[in-house]
């Protein structure tokens, strides 16, 4: 409750800090001011000095200053030497002389040129306007070699740009510190949920700094052409062609996000609702496809079934065949994606509570009407989150469209053509940003759908059992068909294996040892870099991920639904602009990290949240808040109720969050392939190079050995963080 006491003191405080805030920021101001303009006296006097003594060559001098001073010019007096009244203004630039001329016989001017004239410098505190810009004007003299007699003035106009930029960044900091201040003193004084503020202000400014700063940038620079603001990089985005692109990439999206959702249901109902046999081994395949680079299953896929692949050219002999355009794109990313959502579905389905199911069955229901009146409506949360998730990772795609789109355009696609292949940074920002479009509709739609409903299966009440609604056919049937994916994914990634022992594969098939030695050694580097990366960013993600999750499904706060739409948005932004957007924004101060380490984890950790975020809202509204009450009623605090209560329950999410940052760090190609450098390389990036220069060989050694880092990384985790058994449930027909 605020009280009047505790709103008195937190303005007392604030107005105290401000008070030396602005007493800092002044004296620091002053103190880099008179440090710019000692440095700005001293280089113009040194350039005054180098008139020319000939008078052929002062106009050669004035064009001279214009190149070592950017966006300033200057005019000379020259004296004459029988009259020291009378002298002849030298000029080459017409603006310059404009401006001189319409200042000549002001005060500040007539000062500046007595000041000179007793051989003294002079700098203009009169704020003029120069080429749209601010800038000021300095005197100085000319003297002849002795340093007796004046023989000119050099007036220069120089930009108000010394020290402006630490002016800049000094009054960043400053305003920086008050707010952060007042945001942290607001927290302690007015607010009784502490940590709660302290994680909504934390999340804020990660949202502000890695996501609205540099989409802001890029946002920007859409409207910048040659520098000036101009309307022309949208006038071009928004045409026809584009507008098709968009359209193609809604449409991609649609069939993959629905296609993904149903195999990645099937897959996850078939480990963890019904009894077949071999889950172990399916959860573990069914988790391969996110484990290699995204477009190591289209180059198998090419390498296959392509207009000379091994089956349509080898074995059967197919003409007319082609697996390029929709239908190609649809398979690839549906066997890429399908992952997402069973990742997110099997956290779901595992912590169904299976009492109400049981109840349906015991009044006479049938199978199929407890399937779809009870089992599946209670995962719709789960379901949407993973439609959503495949959707937004479908539009951001641009490594398998550029490979397997053949005549079908897609934005992403475009986008990239534009930044890479056409060096317009601002063309490829704007079709990048118009995919945020159906992005944060779809986000938006989901979420209100799921706020109007309750799906709250845990209540803290044992039940550790589950009951298969499958009847023995449909299990029959969902094994065959979870079996059947299972060993087209195999064959799969049994070309991009076969291809580390092939020489060339596609021309010459015989059997060879020496890619892997070739690999590894010129691979090495890029292996550590990678692993060390990725190790970073998992923990923080995770960790980041629930806790966000948790402020979102349980608590109320102001502008809670924009800082959630803003943790999704990396999700859904092709990565293409999300590396432009960040070396835009992080490759000048105060936050200079291009070519860091860290611009790397923090791209990982923000680029993945989503996904954390996502899984961890689909569990947690299914746990009912009463068990997290009763922790604060027996004393537990917010940090208590979140290490003790959720995070157990949400375990499967968390798990699934910590895993999906390792192997997308792992595998990421389009934002970290603008943000990688000579110290921090990535496998990835590698692999893509081996891969454009037809080295497949290398690339499927490469490949291989980040599978197996990946899923031994997995195994790790599983032991690190231990499985409670809180939602470990016996499966009984």
């Known amino acids: 409750m605020i009280t009047k006491d505790r709103l008195f003191k937190f303005l007392l405080a604030l107005a105290v800090f401000a008070a030396a805030d602005l007493w800092i920021y002044s004296t620091l ?21 180098g008139v020319p003594d000939n008078p052929e060559y002062i106009e050669q001098w004035l064009g001279g200053v214009e190149q070592s001073i950017e966006g300033g010019a200057a005019v000379y007096l020259r004296y004459s030497a029988d009259d020291p009244e009378l002298y002849d203004t030298l000029a080459v630039n017409e603006d310059a002389l404009g401006l001189w001329q319409s200042i000549e016989r002001t005060p500040d001017a007539e000062k500046g040129l007595e000041a000179a004239y007793y051989l003294e410098q002079y700098a203009s505190t009169v704020a003029l306007e120069y080429k749209g810009q601010k800038a000021r004007v300095f005197y100085a003299p000319k003297p002849d070699e002795e340093g007796i007699e004046l023989l000119g003035i050099a007036i220069f106009i120089v930009p108000e740009a010394a020290g402006g930029n630490l002016e800049r960044l000094l009054g960043i900091f400053a305003l920086g510190a008050f707010v952060f201040f007042a945001a942290l003193t607001g927290i302690a004084k007015l607010l009784r949920d502490q940590i709660v503020g302290y994680a909504v202000l934390v999340l804020t400014l990660l949202a502000g700094v890695f996501i609205v700063f540099p989409l802001g940038e890029a946002f920007r620079l859409s409207f910048l052409k040659d520098g000036a603001y101009s309307l022309d990089v949208w ?20 069939w993959t996000a629905s296609c993904s959702t149903i195999v990645g249901f099937v897959f996850a109902f078939a480990i963890y609702r019904t009894s077949m046999r071999g889950k172990r081994f399916l959860s573990a395949i069914a988790q391969l496809p996110v484990i290699s680079p995204p477009f190591s299953l289209t180059l198998s896929i090419i390498l296959l079934a392509g207009n000379n692949g091994l089956i349509t050219k080898q074995l059967f002999g197919l003409q007319n065949f082609s697996i390029y355009g929709l239908s190609g794109l649809v398979i690839v990313q549906t066997i890429g994606m399908f992952p997402i959502a069973f990742l997110t579905l099997a956290s779901v389905l595992q912590a169904l509570d299976s009492t109400l199911e049981e109840a349906a069955l015991d009044l006479n229901a049938s199978r199929w009407k407890v399937f779809s009146t009870v089992t599946l409506p209670l995962a719709v949360p789960g379901i949407l989150s993973a439609w959503l998730l495949v959707f937004t990772n479908s539009l951001a795609d641009f490594a398998n469209p550029l490979l397997l789109a053949g005549n079908y355009r897609v934005l992403s696609v475009e986008a990239y053509i534009q930044v890479t292949g056409r060096n317009d940074l601002g063309g490829g920002a704007a079709l990048s940003l118009l995919l945020l479009l159906p992005t944060l509709t779809a986000f938006f739609v989901q979420r209100n759908w799921v706020a109007k409903r309750s799906f709250i299966t845990v209540t803290g009440k044992p039940n550790a059992k589950l009951v298969e609604i499958a009847s023995p056919m449909v299990r029959r049937s969902l094994s065959v068909a979870v079996w059947a994916a299972t060993a087209f994914i195999i064959s799969l990634y049994g070309t991009i294996v076969a291809g580390c022992f092939v020489k060339n594969w596609g021309i010459d098939y015989s059997f060879t040892l020496s890619n892997i030695s070739e690999a590894l050694s010129r691979g090495g580097e890029a292996i550590r870099s990678t692993v060390t990366l990725a190790a970073a960013a998992t923990p923080i993600a995770g960790i980041l991920a629930m806790a966000a999750a948790m402020i979102f499904v349980r ?55 989503p996904v954390g975020i996502e899984g961890g809202v689909a569990s947690l509204r299914q746990i009912d808040p009463s068990i997290e009450e009763a922790a604060r009623d027996l004393g537990a605090d917010e940090s208590m109720v979140f290490r003790s209560i959720v995070l157990p329950l949400i375990r499967p999410a968390f798990i699934t969050s910590m895993s999906y940052t390792f192997v997308r760090s792992m595998t990421a190609v389009s934002a970290v392939i603008f943000l990688i ?21 290398l690339a499927s050694v490469l490949a291989t050995t980040l599978i197996i880092i990946v899923m031994s990384a997995f195994g790790l985790m599983r032991l690190l963080v231990r499985d409670s058994g809180a939602l470990d449930k016996t499966i009984t027909r």
């Not at 000579?678 to 497949?696: C, D, G, K, P």
């Open 29 to 49: 101001r002053n103190s880099i001011r008179s440090s710019a303009n000692a440095e700005r006296t001293k280089q113009l006097s040194l350039l005054a000095l």
């Open 235 to 254: 006038t071009r985005s928004l045409s026809g062609s584009s507008l098709k692109a968009l359209w193609g990439s809604i449409r991609l999206g649609l």
């Open 555 to 609: 608590k109320s706060f102001v502008g809670k639904r924009a800082l959630e739409a803003l943790m999704m948005t990396p999700f859904a932004v092709p990565g293409t602009l999300l590396g432009i957007a960040y070396i835009l924004a992080f490759n000048k101060t105060p936050l200079l990290l291009v070519g860091t380490g860290a611009i790397i984890v923090i791209n990982y950790v923000i680029r993945e949240l």
């Open 677 to 697: 450098s000579a110290r921090w390389y990535h496998m990835t990036v590698l692999i893509y190079n081996f891969s454009e220069n037809l080295r497949f060989g």
